[in-house]
Every structure is written in structure tokens, then in C-alpha cells.
């Protein structure tokens, strides 16, 4: 008899995590079912896991899984399609077995036809849809197999399929946007540190030596411009190799909880690139609760899938709270408010969405206006740093090109005298 450990939600709606003793995968879910739980995932616990008590612990720090590392991928485009294909085949009432049979027979890559037909494999022994695409987390993620599972509940598969097609294609659409958006300050960036360092190191240094060979006495600015170009001269590679370790560094406390909630939470409080976070956080968190709801999921249910897809700790700890508190009976709107983290437009939504009783139709709207706010912060904020990066290098530029000039003016009035 093997160890399992679960993942599971209760009736209404709370996230439950445990350990329980099964023969098989099956017969482990078997088992969490008759404890009142709707299995989210279930992996068997190895038993050198169980003796060196190592995984993922209360402490929230991420451990490197080599298991995770090796199961199968799937990009967003190829996910997209392939949902978008088993929908229009459930549509067509074909029975789910030959819809995914059909699919993995178009799949052009292999590696996707062997996903889809492991799922399918599932699907024969008697597994739910949701419980089959489970055993590929890397691909179905929990907001994915828990829309499939409403969508079985409900009758509504195809529905929640093409849903879940546009929401995985709009998810690559913002990706796109903030990638693109980032490439100009990132290259301007790199542009401008590597100039500056090009100068001080070897344009400064040649053009200086004629004035030391001269005895000239310099100026205070040319005297300061030898010292950052001998010291980038000196240093140049330890500098580089100093900023490359404390990135590693970095990358590495940022994998345990305290100090990556330290950091998210100095984010937040950031003027510019604070909002930037939040909207970006919230719109997503908006989109996803959106799409959920209108699939079936119950509503707290889906809030806390919808946090679980945030990148801010503090945001999803805030979430997850007010998802508690909707629990013990607060409204949505008020729950939400509490956060501090959404407009007001967004919350006057959402209220207005509950008392009418059209909060599908307004966590839609919500959800395209919290989008749109995104785009706006990120707009502004670009608009701020260019300028400024562009104001900074003309500055160290002109401030070089005097440091040379004034030994020169110096120099010619010295011959006119």
C-alpha cells in the first residue's frame, strides 16, 4: 500500500491538503471522496520522501521537483487549438473517448498526440475528464480542470471548452503585449549602460593621457572622470561578475516565502510600478473569476483558483482571505474592497453585479475594464522611464564630452595668453 498526498476541496468551496493510504491512484481518490472532499490532485509520496520528510513544508519555500521537471509541456497556441477542436467535437454530441481520439489523431507534434491519448486512456478506465487531465499538471492547470469539471457537472462541456479556448488565447495576448512592451526600455537600457561603459573605459582613457603626458593642471570634472574611468577600467569584469551574483542571489532568496513577501509587498507600495503590479495582478484575477463563474464553479471555489494564478504573494494572501470571508457571508464587493487592491469602478461593478443578480455579466465587464487599466499603468509607466533614461545618458554624455572640452579651453587660452 502506497502513500498518497492530496489536495482537495471541501462543500464549500476551502481548500484542503492531506495524506492518505491507497492501493492505487483510484483508490486514493476513492478515499478522499468518502471524506466529504472533491479531489483537486492526488501524487503518491515516495517512500525516501516520507523518511527524509522532504517537499514543499508550511514554510511556503519552493523545492527544486526533478520528478515535475521531465512531465510533458504544451505552449498556450497548441493548447488553444486542441481545445478549441475537442469542443467543436463534444458539440457535435461525439462521445468524449472518440473526440480525444480524434484530436490526438491530428496532432502534427507526437508529444502532444501521447498527452492526449494518456488523457484518453484515463477517461477509459472511468476517470471524469478533469480527473484524467489532472495526471498533466504542466499542461492543465488547476483553473483548467476545475472549468472541465463544472462543464461535466453541468452538462456544458463544449461551452466551458471554447471558454476556456478564449481565455487561454487572451492569457497569450497580454503575455505578448507586456513582452513587447518591455523590449524597447530593456534594449534602450542595455544600449545605454554599454555606451557609457564603452566611453569611460576605452575612449576617456586615450583622450585623457594626452593632458597627464603634458603636466597640464585639470579641472575638478576631468579629475573625476579619471577616477570612474580607471575604476571601470580596473573593475570592469568584477562589477559584471559582482551583478551576475547578486541576481543569483537573489533569484534564490526569492524562492523562500518571507523574502519573497517582503519584496511584493515593497512592489505594491512602489508609486509607478505599484499600480503596474496591482492592475496587471487584478486583471488577471478578474479574467479568471469571470470565466469560472460563468462555467459553474461555485464562487468561492473559483476565488481561490483566481488567486492561485497571481504572481504577488501579498496579493494572493489578501485574496485568499477576502475568498474566507465571503465564506463566512460578507458580500463579494466589500470582501474585495478590503483587499485595497481594485479600483473603485471595478468594486462598484461587482456590488452592482450582486444586488442585480447579473454578476456573471459584470465580473465580465470587470474584467475587460481591469484589462484595460492595465494597458494604461504600463502605458504611463513606460512613458515616465524612457524620458528619464533617455535624460539620464544624455547627462553622463554631456558631462564626459565637458570633462574633455575644459583641459582643451584651458589649454587654447594658455596659447592666446
Same mark, same amino acid.
Given at each position: 500500500?502506497?502513500?498518497?498526498?492530496?489536495?482537495?476541496?471541501?462543500?464549500?468551496?476551502?481548500?484542503?491538503?492531506?495524506?492518505?493510504?491507497?492501493?492505487?491512484?483510484?483508490?486514493?481518490?476513492?478515499?478522499?471522496?468518502?471524506?466529504?472532499?472533491?479531489?483537486?490532485?492526488?501524487?503518491?509520496?515516495?517512500?525516501?520522501?516520507?523518511?527524509?520528510?522532504?517537499?514543499?513544508?508550511?514554510?511556503?519555500?519552493?523545492?527544486?521537483?526533478?520528478?515535475?521537471?521531465?512531465?510533458?509541456?504544451?505552449?498556450?497556441?497548441?493548447?488553444?487549438?486542441?481545445?478549441?477542436?475537442?469542443?467543436?467535437?463534444?458539440?457535435?454530441?461525439?462521445?468524449?473517448?472518440?473526440?480525444?481520439?480524434?484530436?490526438?489523431?491530428?496532432?502534427?507534434?507526437?508529444?502532444?498526440?501521447?498527452?492526449?491519448?494518456?488523457?484518453?486512456?484515463?477517461?477509459?478506465?472511468?476517470?471524469?475528464?478533469?480527473?484524467?487531465?489532472?495526471?498533466?499538471?504542466?499542461?492543465?492547470?488547476?483553473?483548467?480542470?476545475?472549468?472541465?469539471?463544472?462543464?461535466?457537472?453541468?452538462?456544458?462541456?463544449?461551452?466551458?471548452?471554447?471558454?476556456?479556448?478564449?481565455?487561454?488565447?487572451?492569457?497569450?495576448?497580454?503575455?505578448?503585449?507586456?513582452?513587447?512592451?518591455?523590449?524597447?526600455?530593456?534594449?534602450?537600457?542595455?544600449?545605454?549602460?554599454?555606451?557609457?561603459? #564603452?566611453?569611460?573605459?576605452?575612449?576617456?582613457?586615450? @583622450?585623457?593621457?594626452?593632458?597627464?603626458?603634458?603636466?597640464?593642471?585639470?579641472?575638478?570634472?576631468?579629475?573625476? #572622470?579619471?577616477?570612474?574611468?580607471?575604476?571601470?577600467?580596473?573593475?570592469?569584469?568584477?562589477?559584471?561578475?559582482?551583478?551576475?551574483?547578486? @541576481?543569483?542571489?537573489?533569484?534564490?532568496?526569492?524562492?523562500?516565502?518571507?523574502?519573497?513577501?517582503?519584496?511584493?509587498?515593497?512592489?505594491?507600495?512602489?508609486?509607478?510600478?505599484?499600480?503596474?503590479?496591482?492592475?496587471?495582478?487584478?486583471?488577471?484575477?478578474?479574467?479568471?473569476?469571470?470565466?469560472?463563474?460563468?462555467?459553474? @464553479?461555485?464562487?468561492?471555489?473559483?476565488?481561490?483558483?483566481?488567486?492561485?494564478?497571481?504572481?504577488?504573494?501579498?496579493?494572493?494572501?489578501?485574496?485568499?482571505?477576502?475568498?474566507?470571508?465571503?465564506?463566512?457571508?460578507?458580500?463579494?464587493?466589500?470582501?474585495?474592497?478590503?483587499?485595497?487592491?481594485?479600483?473603485?469602478?471595478?468594486?462598484?461593478?461587482?456590488?452592482?453585479?450582486?444586488?442585480?443578480?447579473?454578476?456573471?455579466?459584470?465580473?465580465?465587464?470587470?474584467?475587460?475594464?481591469?484589462?484595460?487599466?492595465?494597458?494604461?499603468?504600463?502605458?504611463?509607466?513606460?512613458?515616465?522611464?524612457?524620458?528619464?533614461?533617455?535624460?539620464?545618458?544624455?547627462?553622463?554624455?554631456?558631462?564626459?564630452?565637458?570633462?574633455?572640452?575644459?583641459?582643451?579651453?584651458?589649454?587654447?587660452?594658455?596659447?592666446?595668453?
Amino acid at each position: 500500500m502506497a502513500s498518497y498526498q492530496y489536495v482537495a476541496v471541501n462543500g464549500s468551496g476551502k481548500q484542503k491538503r492531506g495524506k492518505i493510504d491507497a492501493d492505487s491512484p483510484k483508490a486514493a481518490r476513492s478515499k478522499v471522496r468518502e471524506l466529504g472532499l472533491m479531489p483537486v490532485s492526488i501524487s503518491e509520496i515516495s517512500a525516501q520522501a516520507i523518511s527524509s520528510g522532504k517537499g514543499r513544508g508550511d514554510s511556503g519555500e519552493e523545492k527544486f521537483s526533478f520528478s515535475r521537471l521531465f512531465q510533458p509541456s504544451m505552449s498556450s497556441s497548441s493548447l488553444t487549438l486542441i481545445t478549441r477542436q475537442i469542443s467543436t467535437l463534444v458539440s457535435s454530441a461525439m462521445p468524449i473517448e472518440e473526440s480525444l481520439r480524434a484530436v490526438s489523431q491530428q496532432c502534427d507534434n507526437p508529444k502532444h498526440a501521447a498527452i492526449i491519448s494518456g488523457v484518453r486512456e484515463k477517461v477509459l478506465e472511468g476517470h471524469s475528464l478533469a480527473d484524467a487531465m489532472r495526471k498533466y499538471p504542466r499542461v492543465f492547470d488547476d483553473l483548467y480542470t476545475a472549468m472541465v469539471a463544472a462543464g461535466e457537472k453541468s452538462g456544458h462541456l463544449d461551452e466551458v471548452l471554447e471558454r476556456l479556448a478564449d481565455y487561454t488565447e487572451s492569457k497569450q495576448e497580454l503575455k505578448g503585449k507586456i513582452a513587447q512592451a518591455l523590449i524597447y526600455p530593456v534594449m534602450l537600457t542595455l544600449v545605454a549602460v554599454s555606451v557609457v561603459g #564603452l566611453l569611460l573605459s576605452s575612449v576617456v582613457p586615450k @583622450v585623457v593621457e594626452q593632458f597627464v603626458h603634458m603636466k597640464a593642471t585639470l579641472p575638478k570634472s576631468t579629475q573625476i #572622470l579619471m577616477a570612474m574611468s580607471d575604476f571601470v577600467k580596473n573593475y570592469g569584469i568584477m562589477i559584471v561578475l559582482a551583478a551576475g551574483v547578486l @541576481v543569483t542571489v537573489f533569484m534564490v532568496l526569492m524562492k523562500k516565502r518571507t523574502f519573497r513577501e517582503k519584496v511584493h509587498a515593497v512592489i505594491l507600495r512602489l508609486p509607478v510600478i505599484g499600480k503596474v503590479s496591482r492592475s496587471l495582478n487584478t486583471a488577471r484575477y478578474a479574467q479568471t473569476l469571470s470565466i469560472l463563474h460563468s462555467s459553474a @464553479v461555485p464562487l468561492i471555489e473559483g476565488m481561490h483558483i483566481s488567486s492561485d494564478t497571481l504572481t504577488n504573494v501579498i496579493a494572493k494572501e489578501r485574496l485568499n482571505q477576502a475568498a474566507e470571508s465571503v465564506r463566512e457571508g460578507k458580500g463579494l464587493g466589500r470582501s474585495l474592497q478590503e483587499t485595497r487592491l481594485f479600483t473603485p469602478m471595478m468594486l462598484h461593478m461587482i456590488s452592482s453585479g450582486e444586488k442585480s443578480g447579473e454578476l456573471d455579466n459584470m465580473l465580465g465587464r470587470a474584467a475587460v475594464n481591469q484589462s484595460n487599466e492595465f494597458k494604461r499603468n504600463v502605458t504611463m509607466a513606460l512613458s515616465i522611464f524612457e524620458p528619464l533614461l533617455i535624460i539620464s545618458m544624455a547627462g553622463i554624455v554631456l558631462f564626459i564630452v565637458i570633462s574633455i572640452l575644459q583641459p582643451l579651453m584651458q589649454m587654447n587660452s594658455m596659447v592666446k595668453g
